[in-house]
Antibody, heavy 121, light 108 residues
Framework: EVQLVQSGAQVKKPGESLKISCTGSGYSFSSYWIGWVRQMPGKGLEWMGIIYPGDSDIRYSPSFQGQVTISADKSINTAHLQWSSLKASDTAMYFC??????????????WGQGTLVTVSS | EIVLTQSPGTLSLSPGERATLSCRASQSVNSRYLAWYQQKPGQAPRLLIYGASNRATGIPDTFSGSGSGTDFTLTISRLEPEDFAVYYCQQYGSSQYTFGQGTKLEIK
């Protein structure tokens, strides 16, 4: 079974750093892009960026470029999303999802269970 | 950036009825890069439709997708109680992904 399992909920203070993870199993992790999606409380889905673990090629959404860092360690089948200095506005649920690519088509499936990040003083 | 606008924002229907959800793009979208997802409270999104009209594995045939260019539709032919959720369309173009703001399908 293809599965993405994310790290647990985090409560942080403004200015602190954070790194959350997404571990894949049941498939060749290096061969599929992994995307990150933000969902702020009560809001919709926002695409943040994607990474190809095979060579760490990364594409960021302009809205998130410079705000977060996406990385991957293919040796442990894990992708990461990190912040160097959190803000209260980073409070959200963060999902990872595998990008499936077919001839002239792509889609996100499956999704991780989500990691809730709460930033509060 | 291509903006996706979903309508209506909320759709109130009864089990057994037909639901029609719309997704309109600010510019033409390659239909091969149009997907639909379902999200229930407290859960991750689940893929329903990819390539505008292809059902994902395990998705019942009561769900169908159609459309091209700037107008896309998700149709649920006969609503089951478990279908009441939020639905998002998503597109890929110019190396960017965008989601619509969602349509909440609620029980009338």
């Amino acid at each position: 079974e293809v599965q993405l399992v994310q790290s647990g909920a985090q409560v942080k203070k403004p200015g602190e750093s954070l790194k959350i993870s997404c571990t894949g199993s049941g498939y060749s992790f290096s061969s599929y892009w992994i995307g990150w999606v933000r969902q702020m409380p009560g809001k919709g889905l926002e695409w943040m960026g994607i990474i190809y673990p095979g060579d760490s090629d990364i594409r960021y959404s302009p809205s998130f470029q410079g705000q977060v860092t996406i990385s991957a360690d293919k040796s442990i089948n894990t992708a990461h999303l990190q912040w160097s200095s959190l803000k209260a506005s980073d409070t959200a649920m963060y999902f990872c999802a595998r990008l499936n690519v077919d001839t002239d088509s792509n889609w996100f499936d499956p999704w991780g269970q989500g990691t809730l990040v709460t930033v509060s003083s | 950036e291509i903006v996706l606008t979903q309508s209506p924002g909320t759709l109130s229907l009864s089990p057994g009825e037909r639901a029609t959800l719309s997704c309109r793009a600010s510019q033409s979208v390659n239909s091969r890069y149009l997907a639909w997802y379902q999200q229930k409270p407290g859960q991750a999104p689940r893929l329903l439709i990819y390539g505008a009209s292809n059902r994902a594995t395990g998705i019942p045939d009561t769900f169908s997708g159609s459309g091209s260019g700037t107008d896309f539709t998700l149709t649920i032919s006969r609503l089951e109680p478990e279908d009441f959720a939020v639905y998002y369309c998503q597109q890929y173009g110019s190396s960017q992904y965008t989601f619509g703001q969602g349509t909440k399908l609620e029980i009338k």
